[in-house]
């Protein structure tokens, strides 16, 4: 049975930095691409960043380029999102997705259960 599990939320101080992970057991990482996401109060689900199965290829939101780094460690099965320079704005609960491509939500399969990120003074 296929699982993400997220982990690495918090809460942190605008400037800060957060590194979120994303463990996939029960299917192998380096088939797919894997994408990031997040959901603030009220808002739709928004596409943060995606990388290809070999981790050759990436894209991000506009509103997170320069700040975050997407990556992969196949041998590990895991995915991570470096967070740099938080703002208040990147409040929001983040979504790994797995087998999809880009920054659409309804292009995934599989999904995490969500890690919470907040930042505030």
């Known amino acids: 049975q296929l699982k993400l599990v997220e982990s690495g939320g918090g809460l942190v101080q605008p400037g800060g930095s957060l590194r979120l992970s994303c463990v996939v057991s029960g299917f192998t990482l380096d088939l797919y691409g894997v994408g990031w996401f997040r959901q603030a109060p009220g808002k739709e689900r928004e596409g943060v960043s995606w990388i290809n199965n070999r981790g050759t290829d990436s894209m991000y939101a506009d509103s997170v380029k320069g700040r975050f780094t997407i990556s992969r460690d196949n041998a590990k099965n895991t995915a991570y999102l470096q967070m740099n320079t938080l703002k208040v704005e990147d409040t929001a609960v983040y979504y790994c997705?797995?087998?999809?491509?880009?920054?659409?939500?309804?292009?995934?399969?599989?999904w995490g259960q969500g890690t919470q990120v907040t930042v505030s003074s």
């Open positions: 997705a797995f087998k999809g491509w880009g920054l659409q939500p309804r292009g995934y399969t599989y």
